[in-house]
């Protein structure tokens, strides 16, 4: 941005942006007992940096059900008219010097903010709305595009060439999450990566996936501005 050039900062959201504390994964719980008419252990399932789609087919061949797009969109409506409860429940709320991040980059013209989540766009606007940020994302690759966080990623760089200009370069992005997966998917697009230690990895785990940068956390958001500012 001191150089003048426009850069575009691709949100991942649980971890991130905000705590959720184990919204995600309830309301996960509680569909599996309104869809199959039992529970299932959520501790049967790796969530870090799933998807949606990766989910809810974990949970389906856990109940020996038939592993289908259809039936995972079934299960992922159940779960997303249990989310709001969920995380009325347990607290959710923005990380520490996220909402100030989010203030400071919509306010500069050089810098464009979107979403590359692992979420479902209903999903997204649930949580990101329950914490008044969803309109500082005007686009985002979802979990609708693909069960392939991989693939979210060469879509949210085709969304930014869409929406902001056909030139977009993939240095000119930053891929920010909290888990390896952020990392991948990020350097797939060859854009940066940005990894922040406030989700379930430590500094040490993400450090070790070799990320651009990594910080323990953004409470105090000026790391990440003067990062960005070079
Ligand atoms: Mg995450």
Redesign the pocket.
């Known amino acids: 941005m001191s150089k003048g050039e426009e850069i575009l900062l691709l949100w991942?959201?649980?971890?991130?942006i905000l705590s959720a504390k184990g919204a995600g994964p309830q309301a996960f719980k509680r569909a599996t007992q309104d869809y199959f008419g039992y529970e299932i252990p959520i501790t049967s399932i790796d969530w870090?940096?799933a998807t949606d789609y990766s989910i809810a087919y974990a949970f389906l061949e856990n109940a020996g059900r038939a592993v289908s797009r259809e039936e995972a969109k079934l299960l992922i409506d159940c779960y997303l008219s249990c989310l709001p409860a969920a995380l009325d429940a347990t607290n959710a709320r923005a990380m520490d010097g996220i909402r100030e991040l989010l203030e400071y980059f919509h306010s500069q013209k050089d810098a464009h903010q979107a979403l590359l989540?692992?979420n479902v766009r209903r999903g997204a606007e649930i949580k990101l709305g329950y914490l008044g940020v969803l309109h500082f994302f005007p686009f985002g690759a979802f979990a609708d595009h693909s069960d392939d966080r991989n693939d979210l990623s060469r879509h949210a760089l085709e969304l930014a060439r869409e929406h902001l200009r056909a030139d977009w370069s993939p240095d000119q992005i930053y891929v920010m999450?909290?888990?390896p997966?952020?990392i991948e998917c990020g350097k797939i697009i060859g854009a940066h990566t940005v990894a922040v230690a406030t989700?379930q990895h430590s500094v040490e785990e993400l450090t070790a996936h070799f990320p651009t940068v990594v910080f323990e956390s953004f409470a105090d958001p000026q790391v990440l501005i003067e990062f960005l500012a070079g």
């Open positions: 991942d959201i649980d971890g991130t870090l940096g989540t692992g999450g909290d888990t997966k952020d989700g």
